[in-house]
């Protein structure tokens, strides 16, 4: 393959994917990060080119547990940075509480935004793959490199950890109401 | 407790779905991305090329085909050596924790191999610097060839500076065992000491401090070894606390 049928390929694959592999990152990641990670994406996906799934629904697959690895490895480094980052910030603000909800979902009022935040990274990618990026069970096994049995039963214990911690939070009030309200 | 059907209600509404114009592959965001990705091709290519005159070419047989890589020194030139990636099967790729001066990568993957994978080791597994312009360790499973078939070369330990570091690391725990509270400029002349006793040139130290320039605080210690860069960024320590050693 030639430098131009190089670039053809790259940008075919590109096109064909991109809506789904931004979509992914921009759920889990700030624009900027996402932008970041995705470009990553596609240059790990060129360099490991040669295993790329001949179906286009297993390269999109392929794509996501890319991104997965990719955004695992940028918030490795992010979490040092911002270990660096709380200690000058205790020394500049010594009187300032530190956040205890990296999230903002508990400032925010919203309970299910702070139980998944809560939630263990494991459970949340689970639950987001199943419920955000609306993949079947066979899908999110593939992604994760994981069999089906597993993806069953880890989203059922995600699910009942969910509910618990939605109850502890709540014990007297049904969180979607709270949402139904202020849809109202 | 909520029903399955509030559940899953619940958990689909709070989908931060970013909309058909934040993912649009026609937009100028993508055109963009785009580019900054044939850039990032280009230059791994590019890094090949200038490698080839000073290296060895070495050309494998194998069955299936004909593999070439460009050997470099093998000694893993990482953004960060404390760390090395274990490829596991189909998607399962960790990234883990490493000491270039005391751990052996396939011993270290091998040993954490099944409480991360949940599968039983590979009988061989191989430890490999891939081509990337990061240069990451990792550990494939399989034998020597897996370096060839990854295009990357046989790690054969770590570089004069990553064995200094860790050294350096390791001293600097030994040293400051048991203190809560290291004033800036007792640390930042260990360092130096540390730096000369194990050949760290051109590295220094010094205060992570933001624009508006605060000044240091009573306690120190390692926020952040940038090695790219060779600089130990200091941070300031709260009194009284262990001191965590990076």
Same mark, same amino acid.
């Given at each position: 393959?030639?430098?131009?049928?190089?670039?053809?390929?790259?940008?075919?694959?590109?096109? /064909?994917?991109?809506?789904?592999?931004?979509?992914?990152c921009?759920?889990?990641?700030?624009?900027?990060?996402?932008?970041?990670?995705?470009?990553?994406?596609?240059a790990?996906?060129?360099?490991?080119?040669?295993?790329?799934?001949?179906?286009?629904?297993?390269a999109?697959?392929?794509?996501?547990?890319?991104?997965?690895?990719v955004?695992?490895?940028?918030?490795?480094?992010?979490?040092?940075?911002?270990?660096?980052?709380?200690?000058?910030?205790?020394?500049?603000?010594?009187?300032?509480?530190?956040? %205890?909800?990296?999230?903002?979902?508990?400032?925010?009022?919203?309970?299910?935004?702070?139980?998944?935040?809560?939630?263990?990274?494991?459970?949340?990618?689970?639950?987001?793959?199943?419920?955000?990026?609306?993949?079947?069970?066979?899908?999110?096994?593939?992604?994760?490199?994981?069999?089906?049995?597993?993806?069953?039963?880890?989203? #059922?214990?995600?699910?009942?950890?969910l509910?618990?911690?939605?109850?502890?939070?709540?014990?007297? /009030?049904?969180?979607?109401?709270?949402?139904? #309200?202020?849809?109202? | 407790?909520?029903?399955?059907?509030?559940?899953?209600?619940?958990?689909?509404?709070?989908?931060?779905?970013?909309?058909?114009?934040?993912?649009?592959?026609?937009?100028?965001?993508?055109?963009?991305?785009?580019?900054?990705?044939?850039?990032?091709?280009?230059?791994?290519?590019?890094?090949?090329?200038?490698?080839?005159?000073?290296?060895?070419?070495?050309?494998? *047989?194998?069955?299936?085909?004909? =593999?070439?890589?460009?050997?470099?020194?093998?000694?893993?030139?990482?953004?960060?050596?404390?760390?090395?990636?274990?490829?596991?099967?189909?998607?399962?790729?960790?990234?883990?924790?490493?000491?270039? *001066? %005391?751990?052996?990568?396939?011993?270290?993957?091998?040993?954490?191999?099944?409480?991360?994978f949940?599968?039983?080791?590979?009988?061989?597994?191989?430890?490999?610097?891939?081509?990337?312009? /990061?240069?990451?360790?990792?550990?494939?499973?399989?034998?020597?060839?897996?370096? %060839?078939? #990854?295009?990357?070369?046989? =790690?054969?330990?770590?570089?004069?500076?990553?064995?200094?570091?860790?050294?350096?690391? %390791?001293?600097?725990?030994?040293?400051?065992?048991?203190?809560t509270?290291?004033?800036?400029?007792?640390?930042?002349?260990?360092?130096?000491?540390?730096?000369?006793?194990?050949?760290?040139?051109g590295?220094?130290?010094?205060?992570?401090?933001?624009?508006?320039?605060?000044?240091?605080g009573?306690?120190?210690?390692? *926020?952040?070894?940038?090695?790219?860069?060779?600089?130990?960024?200091?941070?300031?320590?709260?009194?009284?606390?262990?001191?965590?050693?990076?």
């Amino acid at each position: 393959m030639n430098a131009d049928e190089r670039s053809e390929r790259l940008e075919q694959l590109f096109r /064909q994917t991109f809506r789904r592999v931004m979509a992914y990152c921009l759920r889990r990641a700030s624009e900027a990060a996402a932008h970041d990670a995705v470009a990553e994406v596609y240059a790990v996906a060129w360099r490991k080119r040669r295993q790329l799934p001949v179906d286009d629904e297993e390269a999109v697959l392929w794509l996501l547990g890319i991104a997965r690895r990719v955004l695992a490895n940028q918030a490795r480094s992010q979490r040092r940075w911002a270990r660096l980052l709380m200690r000058v910030a205790e020394r500049a603000e010594p009187d300032t509480p530190p956040a %205890a909800d990296p999230y903002g979902a508990e400032e925010a009022g919203d309970g299910l935004a702070a139980a998944l935040a809560q939630a263990s990274d494991a459970d949340r990618e689970l639950l987001r793959l199943a419920y955000w990026d609306d993949l079947s069970r066979s899908d999110i096994a593939t992604v994760l490199g994981i069999s089906v049995g597993a993806v069953d039963t880890r989203l #059922h214990r995600a699910r009942q950890r969910l509910r618990q911690r939605l109850a502890t939070a709540n014990p007297h /009030q049904d969180p979607s109401k709270e949402k139904d #309200h202020a849809e109202r | 407790m909520l029903s399955d059907d509030v559940l899953d209600r619940m958990l689909r509404n709070s989908d931060p779905d970013p909309g058909d114009s934040a993912t649009d592959p026609n937009s100028p965001t993508a055109e963009r991305i785009l580019a900054q990705v044939r850039r990032r091709t280009r230059k791994r290519r590019r890094r090949t090329l200038i490698m080839a005159p000073v290296v060895a070419l070495v050309v494998a *047989g194998a069955t299936a085909g004909t =593999y070439a890589w460009v050997a470099g020194d093998g000694k893993g030139h990482t953004l960060d050596s404390t760390g090395l990636v274990c490829v596991g099967p189909d998607q399962g790729d960790a990234v883990v924790g490493f000491d270039p *001066g %005391a751990d052996d990568p396939v011993a270290v993957c091998r040993q954490q191999w099944p409480g991360m994978f949940g599968q039983p080791v590979p009988d061989a597994l191989t430890a490999c610097v891939d081509s990337s312009l /990061q240069g990451s360790i990792k550990v494939y499973p399989g034998g020597k060839d897996q370096c %060839a078939r #990854h295009r990357a070369d046989p =790690y054969l330990g770590p570089t004069r500076e990553q064995l200094g570091l860790s050294r350096l690391r %390791a001293d600097l725990r030994e040293h400051f065992t048991d203190r809560t509270c290291i004033p800036h400029p007792e640390l930042r002349k260990v360092i130096g000491e540390l730096y000369a006793r194990h050949g760290l040139d051109g590295w220094k130290a010094a205060h992570f401090q933001t624009a508006d320039k605060e000044p240091e605080g009573p306690c120190a210690d390692i *926020g952040f070894i940038d090695e790219p860069e060779r600089v130990i960024w200091l941070g300031d320590h709260k009194d009284g606390t262990p001191v965590n050693w990076p």
